[in-house]
């Protein structure tokens, strides 16, 4: 699903960048209202840190000092700093009244302040106070001018659009995970025709749909003890139904394990007032999300442990400062949790090109500046997130035209190589046809359905809350029945990905050694199509029962002495193991001796049993 195509709006963001210029200090007004207030007229500015101030304590004190000067009451409320031991001190939201700073308040900051900012903008409210209504445009991402890093580490223009080999692969490596695999316990799910979006994620190479025979397979050990973060709106846990048959909480995450705590991006308390805003806590990208990984109908994952991660802050609002705090957030959570594996499924993201603010004295080219003070920030957050050894960031390219360039971040971060160990970009593709969907690049690696795939949705009355756009067909009668709908878009193929990750990691695939598994086993489903997710159960670890009769026939039978017991060195028996394919039974084959031939026994060994023991051999 496009997200544009969701009921939930905000504001459009838009960062306001200026050059900070010495210049003489002001005094703000002063409000004092209650939180919630004057939250519809309420200004954010955000504040980035130079890199080497952000782990000075006496400039922290003096930033922080200035900024109480300017926010509302309470002040310890509305100076939010992002940031931790690690990376120091990144970034200030400050929240300040309408018409808190000047028209030319990129002149009066005072020298002390300025000398440590890359950057200090206005990012959110003047929309709102200037009379246009609060939700006046529903982008399909967060939007950002892309600009020039503001240090010599911008790596060459070629690494973020060149050919990317990626990840080396360890030839051995590669061997035995796959040995690892075709050991572990398996299972088969029939699903119904509309679930082709989950059978192709186990469709061996060389196979057709209908020798899949409607199952989706997987392992038994569908993502245990590892934990997903799905960063994203949120999830809906009791959403309303009226049939008293259907189990209040809805159906596709009513089974799903999750953490209790939510994280939250920015402060993260709620306004005590009805606001306008109140939409955005909606969960309708969220939840649909979260059952791609672990759902009950749709999910991949359904063992693994769902932490909720909402981008937005307390109040509603998606901002860029809440998008880059949840990163650093989950990076603390993820160090807690150090000796669990971590998946971190980001499905959002920010793009450009830009949109001015209603009233906005800023040009473009000051706009596409900050863009790039801000894409610098959310690149060292991202470059200190990967090196963690227990974590893998999965991230959507975004929802454009077929093969177009990708504009979304952080996915459009994919090429550069300081990422590649420890974020996997997924695009996306229609399973009907095999061929890419959305935004490409050569650095993607993988691709997962995006186009007719069933996600969690949300009825009134049996009837859709929110009506689906023209292309998209009307939910069958199956679809309601488990309150799902069809949607598109790599926010949904996105947590695909990250499901198949958390099994292959469940099913023996040490964390390390997952990606370039991942990469390996992806394949192109017809010519000229991207690498598919694949999650590399092969056709000899079904039923025999299950096999497509041109496997069955394409099979080498033999047969192979193990043994030979002699009686005074004439031959009387052989021990023998014939194999189909790789399955084998063993027995005894008797030798006439003397025109009497005893009874033969015989004893047939399941796939992977040790035949290390024969049954008694008669004499």
Known sequence: MKIT?????????????????????????????????????????????????????????????????????????????????????????????????????????????????????????????????????????????????????????????????GLVSDAEALERNAQRLSKSSVESKTVDDIFLDLQVISQPPGTSRQDLQGNFWNFKKRGSEQLVYVIDSGCDMDHPVTDPRINLILQEVSNIKFRKDWIFGGAGFPSDEEIDSADLFNYKHGTPAIGRVAGKHTGVAQDAEIVVVKVTDGRGPINHDTMLDVFVKVYDDIRKNSKRNCIVNFSVGWKDPIIQLSGSPDTKENLAEFGGRYNRLALDILEKFVELPNAILVVAVGNGEPGAPIDVYPARFGGFPQLQNGMVVVGGYDPETGLVSHNWA??????????????????????????????????????????????????????????????????????????????????????????????????????????????????????????????????????????????????????????????????????????????????
């Open 5 to 165: 195509n969701l009921p939930f709006s905000f504001i459009p963001l838009i960062l306001l960048s200026f050059i900070i210029k010495d210049v003489h200090a002001w005094e703000p007004r002063v409000y004092e209202p209650k939180i919630g207030t004057l939250d519809q007229y309420v200004e954010i500015y955000y504040a980035i840190l130079k890199r080497e101030y952000r782990k000075d304590k006496g400039y922290k004190k003096k930033l922080l000092e200035w900024a109480e000067k300017l926010a509302l009451a309470p002040q310890e409320k509305n100076v939010y700093a992002t940031g931790n031991e690690d990376f120091g001190l990144l970034a200030l939201s400050i929240s300040v009244g309408p018409d808190q700073f000047p028209p030319d308040y990129r002149r009066r900051l005072p020298p002390g302040i300025n000398a440590g900012l890359t950057s200090c903008q206005r990012i959110f409210g003047d929309a709102v106070h200037s009379g246009a209504p609060f939700q006046i445009y529903t982008p399909s991402w967060l939007r950002i001018e892309p600009a020039e890093p503001d240090d010599s580490k911008k790596p060459p223009g070629k690494i973020l659009y060149g050919k990317m080999q």
């Open 442 to 619: 050569d650095y993607v690696r993988v691709a997962a359905p995006a186009v007719s795939i069933n996600v969690a949705a949300f009825y009134t009355d049996g009837e859709l809350a929110v009506q689906l756009l023209g292309y998209i067909p009307q939910p069958t009668e199956l679809q309601r029945k488990l309150q799902l709908e069809t949607s598109e878009g790599t926010s949904f193929a996105c947590p695909i990905v990250t499901g198949v990750i958390a099994t292959l990691i469940g099913a023996g695939v040490p964390i390390a050694e997952v990606v370039p598994y991942l990469y390996n086993q992806a394949y192109p489903r017809v010519k000229g199509g991207p690498n598919a997710v694949y999650n590399g159960i092969e056709i000899k670890q079904w039923p025999q029962s299950l096999w497509p009769r041109w496997y069955l026939e394409s099979l080498v039978t033999r047969t192979e002495p193990v043994k030979t017991i002699l009686r005074d060195g004439t031959p009387l028996k052989t021990k023998y193991t014939t194999y189909l394919g790789e399955k084998s039974s063993t027995g005894t084959k008797t030798i006439s001796v003397g025109g009497s031939a005893p009874k033969t026994l015989y004893t047939h060994f399941k796939r992977g049993t040790p035949s290390t023991s024969a049954p008694p051999l008669t004499r």
